[in-house]
């Protein structure tokens, strides 16, 4: 069932030649991003730094993804982000987080027709928490990102725990 013996009538069971650690990457690169993904926790380019604290504690993640006023992808601000800013001497309180968040292009994302392993891949890569599962729009003859969800290192752990039970 593993595909590592392959059995032949009256010849027997003999190797199939498959490596076992290769059997977990291909299991991983059938599962697509869409399948693993969860809910992102999405704020408005213009709340401010105070607010986007609160609401990372509320909501218990380690990124939070910022969209323009059309609901694209704009940003994202990561808890480092917020730790330096809320030290300095700013007013966080009137703030807004575009100011600090990471903007695009420079953001690393996934779309849902991507593999796990190019998720998992990207993560360890680029030495991020999370990535915005995206789809692509195009608006004013210009490339847009929707947020759809969001694949995180803790998503990709889950995944190796469920592949690990059976």
């Known amino acids: 069932m593993l595909g590592i013996l392959e059995a032949r009538p009256r010849v027997g069971y003999f190797f199939a030649g498959k490596d076992p650690k290769n059997l977990i990457s291909e299991k991983m690169n059938d ?4 399948k693993i993904k969860s809910v992102p926790s999405v704020i408005k380019e ?3 730094v105070y607010d986007a604290i609160v609401t990372l ?14 609901g694209n992808l704009a940003g994202l601000v990561s808890r480092k982000d917020l730790l330096k800013t809320a030290i ?13 968040m990471t903007r695009m292009p420079n953001i690393i994302t996934v779309t ?3 593999s796990a392993y190019d ?8 030495q991020i928490d999370a990535l915005p599962v995206v789809k692509a729009v195009t608006e004013n003859d210009q490339e847009k990102y929707k ?8 998503t990709i752990t ?9």
């Open 31 to 34: 599962i697509k991003v869409d």
């Open 46 to 48: 213009d709340t401010s």
């Open 57 to 70: 504690f509320l909501t218990d993640v380690g990124t939070l993804f910022i969209t323009d006023k059309d």
């Open 88 to 100: 300095g001497n700013a007013d966080i309180h009137k703030m807004p987080i575009g100011i600090v």
């Open 112 to 114: 849902p027709e991507e």
């Open 119 to 126: 998720a998992a891949r990207k993560i360890v890569d680029h």
């Open 147 to 154: 947020i759809v969800g969001k694949v995180t290192k803790t």
């Open 158 to 166: 889950k995944l190796f725990v469920e592949l690990g039970k059976t």
